[in-house]
């Protein structure tokens, strides 16, 4: 059975910094591409960043760019997000994903097939 499991979700302030894991078991994920999804209160869940199987593509979303670092490392079967200058509105939960066709880099939600519980990141101003 495929679980993704996140971590290192919590409380921060704003300006702060968290580094999110995604631990993958049940399969390997090493020829797939992967990705990290937010959904805050009321709001669509929407693509943060995303990453390819062998890490040379990488796609942030506009309001992530410059700030958020998404990296795997394969041998692990674990994927990282590194959150710097976090600000209110990132706050969220946070969902990793990968996806079932491999050597392609998928952009969008709904082309992920197997998801995580989700973390919750919140940020005080």
């Known amino acids: 059975q495929v679980q993704l499991v996140e971590s290192g979700g919590g409380l921060v302030q704003a300006g702060g910094s968290l580094r999110l894991s995604c631990a993958a078991s049940?399969?390997?994920?090493?020829?797939?591409?992967m990705g990290w999804f937010r959904q805050a209160p009321g709001k669509e869940r929407e693509t943060v960043a995303t990453?390819?199987?062998?890490?040379?593509?990488?796609y942030y979303g506009d309001s992530v760019k410059g700030r958020f670092t998404i990296s795997r490392d394969n041998a692990k079967n674990t994927m990282y997000l590194q959150m710097n200058s976090l600000k209110p509105e990132d706050t969220a939960v946070y969902y990793c994903a990968a996806d079932r066709t491999p050597l392609i880099l998928h952009l969008r939600v709904d082309e992920y097939d197997y998801w995580g519980q989700g973390t919750q990141v919140t940020v005080s101003s």
């Open positions: 990453i390819s199987w062998n890490s040379a593509r990488t």
């Open positions: 049940g399969r390997t994920f090493g020829t797939n591409g």
